[in-house]
C-alpha cells in the first residue's frame, strides 16, 4: 500500500493505469498528511453532478451506512508469527494496537484494544519497505538488464523487485514479508476468460483484456530480451503473481529526494564551508553565512519543486494488510522526519474491530481491477456506458438519422458519447447536450451542437429523459442477468445444477457477480431518479 494508496495523476499513462500517490508529514501535525494512494485509473470518480433543472440529474443520496463486518478471526499461523517476529526485529517496525486477523476469510488487521482517533498504529521504516523511487537504477540487476528497466513502467520495475526478493528467500532482508504474501491475488488480469466474462459489464470486460495483453507484452518482451545475463528468466505465472502483487499493494506520493538526516549533513558540509572560508580569510562570516543561507533554502525549494512532479512508489509490509473502506480516512503518509511510512487511526476503533484505510476515493470498476473486490452501495461508483448512440438506433418516438450522429461526431462533443461516465445521480452535462442535438428536430439541429448546452423547452427535456431510461433500460437488459439473479446466486440459491446440486461459487466467480450487482444497482438508481 502507500503511504496512502495512489489516486489518478495526469494524464493516463500508456500502462493504462494511473500512479498512486503519497504525501509527506513536514512536521508532527495533529492529523497526519495524507502519504501515498493507490494508483487508480483516471475519470473512475468524477466529481459529483450538479443537479440539472430538467430533473435528469437529481440531488446527490446521502451516503449508505456501513455494511455490518464479519468478527474477527486471530491468524496465527507459523508464517504469520515468523513475519511479525521480522516486523518487530530486523524491520524495526513499530506497530500497536492491531494484529492479523481474518474477517469472513479475508485477511486483514483487527484491532487488539479499543483505539482512539489519532493514534499511531504502524510506522515501517523507509529502509524495511520495497521503494521505487523516480529514476531509481536497476533495481534488480540479478534479473533485468538495464536496458529494460529503463523502459519498463513502474509496476514491472517493482515486479522485478519482487521476484528478485522471493528469489533470494531467506537471504533476502524482505524474506518473511515476501513468503506470506498471498499465492493467488484474485485480481481479473489474473481470471480465465469465462471468469472475466461473468463480470458481464463491457467497459470493464474491456479493460481487464486491455490490461492482460499488457502483461502478456511485458513478460514476451522481458523474456525475450530484458533477462541479466546468467540469470533465469521468471515463469509467466511468476511475472504475472508479482505484478498483481504490486498493483493491489503499491502506495504512491511526492517524491522527496533527501530524508532529515540527508539535510542535516549538506548543512553541516555547508556550516564547514563557511567556517574555513571565515579562518581562511576567503570572505567575512556575513557574507558566507548569507551565501550558505541561499544554498540551503535554494536546496530546500528545489526538492519541493521537484517533489510535485516526481513520484514514489511503496509496499510497506504489515501496512500492507490494511483492508480498504471508502467510509474510513485513513491513508498512509511518509514521516519526513522518521523517513518512514505510518498509519494513523482516523477515527475510533473498538477491540476486535477491522481497522481500515482508504486506498483513495474509488469506484468498483477500479477496486475490481487492480483489487479484485467491489464494495457495497459505494457512494463512488459509476456506470460507464460505451458506445452509448448505439441505443437510440432502437429509440422508438425518434429513431436516430444517421446523418445527425455523423454532424455530432464532427462536432467539438464528437466523443461525448463514446464513453459517458453515468453516476447514480445522472449523466454527465456533456452526454446531455449530445443527446439533446441527436434528439431535436431538424429545424432546431441546424443550430449546432453548441446551442443545446442547457436544457430546453419541457417537451425536449421529457424526450431526453425517455431516451436517458430507454438506453439505461437497454443495457441494463443486455447484462445477461437480473438483480434479482445476482442477489440470488450470492445468497446461495442460484439455479440448481443436475440432480438438483448447487455449486458453491468460485473466489472470482463469487467477485464478479457481486460486482455486477453493484453495477445493476448503480443503473437502477439512475432509472430511479429518471422516474422510470
Ligand atoms: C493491500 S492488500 C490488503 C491485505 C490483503 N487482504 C491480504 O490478505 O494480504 C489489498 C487486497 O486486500 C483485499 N481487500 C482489500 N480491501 C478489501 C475489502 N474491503 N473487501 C474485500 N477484500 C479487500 C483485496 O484482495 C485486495 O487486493
Redesign the pocket.
Known sequence: ?HVA?SSALGARPASGTPAPSLTRRHAPAPTPAPLLRHPRPLGATPSPLPPSPSGTNPPPASPPPPAKQPPAVLLDDARTQAFMSWARGPASIKFSGVRPSTFGG???LAASADLAPERLLVEVPRRSALVLAPAARNGAPGLVTDAWWKGAPWFAKMGAMLIEQKRASGASPLGPWVAQ??QD???PALWSDQQVAALQYPHLIQLVREQQKEWRDLYDTLKREGVAAGASPPSREEFQWALAVVR??TFSGPYIGSTLSDRLRLAGVVGALVAANTALGLADLATSASAALAVLVFNVLYELLLSQSLKQYAICPLI??????GTVQSEVSYNYFGDSYEVVAAREFKQGEQV?IS?GAQSNDSLMQ????S?QDNPKDVYVLRDTARWLAAFPPAPLAPTRLAALRASSLGGALEQVVVQREGFPPEALQALRFLLAPEGEAAKGVAAFDKPGPPEAEALLAAALAHLVGAELGALGSSLQEDQALLAGAGPAEGKGKRRALSGPEAAAVAFRAEKKKVLAGVLSSLGA
Open positions: 500500500m494508496h479475508v485477511r486483514g504474501l498471498p491475488p484474485a485480481v493491489s499493494r500492507d494488510l490494511f483492508n480498504h473502506s481500515f486506498y487492480f483489487y479484485g473486490f464494495e
